[in-house]
């Protein structure tokens, strides 16, 4: 495929997810607008902190780095185009937890990375093929690949907050086994 075809698909694949989650936030803000104002939870746990720089750097940073090095200064289209849409929609994701959090101030912040991160997997498993079994983009696959790990494991975490999140409350063990 050319890759301005592959640009040109990317454009209407991301495009569509887009529109589709953020119709989707919009429908549950409307449906949820008599609710309490949501605010994080506060302080956050110190792993927490670990965790996230963790994901800055390797999320973030070194595909940054490998986009703007391979990508833009040597001119590689195909590392370009799987991680220039890559950042798009990182963008577009922290662009929709600002927007809930901050001005929405609505618990449907908690659900933007769970419509996101799964989309997030399914791009980076398309960048693989994308990248195809090229031995010169070897390494790129490892990325993609070392992406997809962390991407999961943050989605695990994410998953793993949820009771935190909202606020669940907490039963003592002491005290369910009276019950």
Known sequence: MIFSNINLYLLL??????V???????????GWKNTKPFTLPLPLPDWYKI???????L???????????????????QVLTVLGWYFIMLGL???SEIVTLRNLQNV???????????????????????IGSDTDLLWIRYLLI???????????????????????????SDQVSQN
């Not at 694949?13 to 887009?18: A, G, H, R």
Request: zero cysteines; glycine letters at 6%.
């Open 13 to 18: 694949e991301n495009l569509l997810f887009f």
């Open 20 to 30: 589709v989650a953020t119709s989707f936030l919009a429908v549950v803000n409307w």
């Open 51 to 57: 965790w996230f720089l963790t994901v800055q750097i």
């Open 59 to 77: 999320g973030g940073l070194l595909p940054l780095v490998v986009m703007l090095l391979w990508g833009v200064f040597w001119g590689d289209r």
């Open 93 to 95: 994701q922290i662009l």
């Open 108 to 130: 449907i912040w908690v659900m933007v990375p769970y419509l996101y991160l799964p989309y997030r997997f399914w791009q980076l498993y398309e960048g693989l093929t994308i």
């Open 146 to 172: 070392l992406e997809l790990v962390v991407w999961i494991v943050n989605y695990a975490l994410d998953v793993s907050q949820l009771p935190r999140l909202l606020r669940w409350e907490v039963i003592a």
